[in-house]
Structure formats: structure tokens, C-alpha cells
């Protein structure tokens, strides 16, 4: 994790590493359909103009109108239709008519919606991990500020300027955390943007955050937080979903492993790094939290 970034939400979003792999300007008429499978990517959607519904699996479908804006970080199967789905063996596949725009549909049918998709890569070693912290679906309204990010990553990802690499990273970054706290707090299932909304918990996971290197306890979070260590254990683990210490084993072993995929420090320094006092005490709680040894993971690329 680079220094100096201590708030959670933030530092959960560098460790990501976001970077586009698909934006597109999509647009639709008539009653049309598309559907992926066994995508395993973040999804974000932006509604400029017109209607449709999306559907992931295993949630109610949603309508989106002009101005809405959807972040999936974990999309796997979905489908999005116009708001009156087709029938059965209706159109057929997307047809791309111009770099980065796609029409769905009946080609003769007037265009009654447009919106701004695309997909992109964490490239992170412990994106699993850190996906689990997030909502699986953000879906906001009238958000002129995500409105305006989503066509200036489209625009980059269609140039070939010096910089559009970090640009775009430093882009999604930005869309990433501007999405993930403008959704609904009272709707938040349990994870780390839940615990934010709680000034106590706040406190503690800026702490965890902040220095996953030094000495951390469930009785120093709660002294933190301003509670007692039981009533503390109980709501952290209540409103993130995990233990105070699970919570603080994850983290480290994910910064751990992003350090590790980047090769520019020993074991010893890492173990220093997130809080064990030589590589061999690391090294043990490595394979107890991931199944493996740091040869092993070293060995898989950092993967």
C-alpha cells in the first residue's frame, strides 16, 4: 500500500489497482436483449439517455432511467434488456458499428437509449479478498459528478496519449470511491462501508488502516472506537461481517500479498511491514490464512 493513505476506503481502492479493459457507448431501440456469463469483472453502467433493466443473478431486476449510474465490483451473470424485454429468440447479438460503440436491437428501430458501460480489471493478488469488503451492487440517481467521470474514462480509453495509463487508473480510483459512498448507508449489508458509517467503528478501522504494521488489539480498537472490548467485539463483527482481528488478519495478508507480487522487498521487511517481528512468524501466519507457502505464492506469479 503506497504511505500516506490512511483512510480505509481509500486505501482498499489503491490496493485494487482499477484498470479499464472495456468502455463503450451503447446504444438500443426497440426491444432488444444482452446477456453474459461467468464474467468475473467489475461492471459500471451510466443511463444518458432513454431506459432498460438490469438483472444480475440472484437479485430483483433494476430499471435504470436517464442519470442513473451502477457499479457492480464482482459481476458474474447478468442480463440487460429495454424495458419491455423481447421475446424468446428475439434479437440477436450486439453489433459493433464504430470503435467503441455498440448497437443493440433492430437495426431499423429508432435508438431510444444510450448508455456508457464498461468493465474493468483489479489487479491486485488479493482482489477476492477486498471485493468481499464492498456492496455487490451501488445503483445511484442524479449523481452529476459519477455522470461526468464515466465519458471522460470512455474518452481516454478511445485516445492514445502519453499518460493513459495512469490517467485511466487514477480515473476509476476516483469513480470507485465516489460510487461506493454515494450509496444508501441504510442499505449497506454488512462490510466496510457500513462499519464507515458508524463514527466508532470509523475510528477503529481508521486505526487498522492506517498502521497494519503495529501492535493492534481487540482492547486498543475498542479504546479507539470508546467502547468496551465485548460491546465493541459485537458490533464490529455485526456490522462488518467479520471478527476485529479477522478484519485486521485479512488486511495485512493483502498488503502483504501486493508486496509480495512486487518483489522490491524481503520477507523480513514485509513481516515488519504488517506486523510480525521476523519472516518465519510471517511466513506461518501466511500459510495459515492462504493454504500456501510465500515460495508457493511466489511461485504462482503473486496470483
Not at 470509523?202 to 472506537?225: C, P, T, W, Y
Not at 521476523?278 to 506469479?301: C, D, I, P, Q
Request: aromatic share 4%.
Amino acid at each position: 500500500m503506497p504511505d500516506g493513505i490512511e483512510d480505509p476506503l481509500s486505501s482498499v481502492v489503491t490496493l485494487l489497482k482499477p484498470a479499464v479493459s472495456i468502455s463503450k457507448l451503447v446504444e438500443a431501440g426497440g426491444r432488444w436483449q444482452v446477456e453474459r456469463h461467468d464474467m468475473a469483472s467489475p461492471f459500471y453502467c451510466a443511463l444518458v439517455e432513454g431506459g432498460c433493466r438490469v438483472e444480475v443473478s440472484g437479485r430483483k431486476p433494476v430499471t435504470l432511467t436517464a442519470g442513473d449510474f451502477v457499479l457492480i465490483p464482482d459481476l458474474h451473470d447478468f442480463s440487460m434488456t429495454s424495458e419491455v424485454p423481447p421475446e424468446p429468440g428475439g434479437p440477436g447479438q450486439p453489433l459493433d458499428i464504430g470503435p467503441g460503440r455498440v448497437r443493440l436491437g433492430p437495426a431499423d428501430a429508432p435508438v431510444q437509449m444510450r448508455a456508457l458501460v464498461g468493465h474493468c480489471r483489479f489487479e491486485t493478488p488479493a482482489r477476492d479478498l477486498l471485493v468481499s469488503l464492498l456492496p455487490e451492487m451501488i445503483h445511484v440517481s442524479g449523481h452529476d459528478r459519477l455522470m461526468a467521470l464515466v465519458p471522460a474514462i470512455h474518452e481516454e480509453t478511445r485516445a492514445d496519449r502519453p499518460g493513459r495509463e495512469l490517467i485511466l487508473e487514477r480515473l476509476l480510483e476516483v469513480l470507485l470511491i465516489e460510487a461506493l459512498r454515494s450509496g444508501p448507508a441504510v442499505k449497506m449489508p454488512p462490510g466496510l462501508l457500513r462499519g464507515l458509517t458508524d463514527p466508532k467503528l470509523a475510528a477503529a478501522l481508521q486505526r487498522i488502516h492506517a498502521d497494519a504494521g503495529g501492535e493492534i488489539s481487540v482492547s486498543g480498537l475498542a479504546k479507539e472506537a470508546g467502547m468496551s472490548r465485548s460491546g465493541f467485539f459485537e458490533k464490529f463483527r455485526r456490522e462488518i461481517g467479520r471478527a476485529p482481528m479477522e478484519y485486521v488478519m485479512d488486511w495485512r495478508m493483502a498488503i502483504a500479498k501486493t508486496l509480495l507480487q512486487q518483489g522490491r522487498l524481503t520477507n523480513t521487511e514485509i513481516a515488519l511491514r504488517v506486523g510480525y517481528g521476523s519472516a518465519s512468524a510471517f511466513g506461518m501466519a501466511f500459510v495459515r490464512h492462504e493454504g500456501l507457502s510465500l515460495g508457493a505464492f511466489a511461485g504462482k506469479g503473486g496470483r
